[in-house]
């Protein structure tokens, strides 16, 4: 079945130090891929997604490229801030299929000031 | 905006009652989900609603069942709590489509004595 496998957390990083979270993916077709952002005691949010290979999305100075032949959708922020601190989750839907978010496992990022 | 509510943030319950969960969504959206989030294992869908009285199982819907009675609102219901059903459970709501955003209730965090 379908799958998204995410880099294992939790990430610590210093204001303003380059992020990147790694995001793979299995799925039979052509999966539509998001990036959605818990923050402490909220819901999820859309953080961006993509719904075609080499697409790139983008939001708040976070980046995602679709890359099909490596199957993957790495999150990447050039200077991440404290208050990005989050969990982040990478998702998948897959297409013709009726909705169903399929999410890796997440990612738990702390910014030190 | 968007806003998707869930009744409760905390519950404590005992072994064997009988548990409700709401979800109401204000931006007439087609589709509902009801997922439960635990460490390490991400978001895992356990039913979904594409309509009034219209109900699918997800990936995990032993020990559960959902109400849609109106498009608004969806239920979750424990029959019978259970220890392995403390969890946080989130609801979500979309337009109908394979690639519509799903936007995500705040959850409810519920503890089973």
């Known amino acids: 079945g379908d799958s998204v496998t995410q880099m294992e957390g939790p990430v610590t990083l210093s204001e303003e130090a380059f992020l990147t979270i790694n995001c793979t993916y299995t799925?039979?077709?052509?999966?539509?891929l998001f990036w959605y952002v818990q923050y402490p005691g909220e819901g999820l949010q859309l953080l961006l997604k993509a719904t075609k290979a080499d697409d790139k999305g983008s939001n708040k100075g976070f980046e995602a490229t679709y890359r099909k032949e490596t199957t993957s959708f790495h999150l990447e922020k050039g200077s991440v801030q404290v208050s990005d601190s989050a969990v982040y989750f990478c998702?998948?839907?897959?297409?013709?299929?009726?909705?169903?978010?399929?999410f890796g496992q997440g990612t738990r990022l702390t910014i030190n000031p | 905006d968007v806003k998707v509510t869930q009744s409760s943030r905390y519950l404590v319950k005992r072994t064997g009652e009988k548990v409700f969960l709401e979800c109401v969504q204000d931006m007439d959206h087609e589709n509902m989900f009801w997922y439960r989030q635990d460490p390490g294992l991400g978001l895992r869908l356990i039913y979904f609603?594409?309509?009034?009285?219209?109900?699918e199982k997800g990936d995990i819907p032993e020990g559960y069942s959902v109400s849609r009675e109106k498009k608004e609102r969806f239920s979750l219901i424990l029959e019978s709590a259970s220890t392995n059903q403390t969890s946080m459970y989130l609801c979500a709501s979309s337009l109908a489509g394979y690639q519509e955003t799903q936007y995500f209730g705040p959850g409810t965090r519920l503890l089973v004595l």
């Open positions: 998702a998948l839907t897959a297409r013709y299929v009726f909705q169903k978010l399929v």
């Open positions: 799925a039979t077709g052509y999966p539509s």
């Open positions: 609603s594409y309509d009034v009285k219209m109900k």
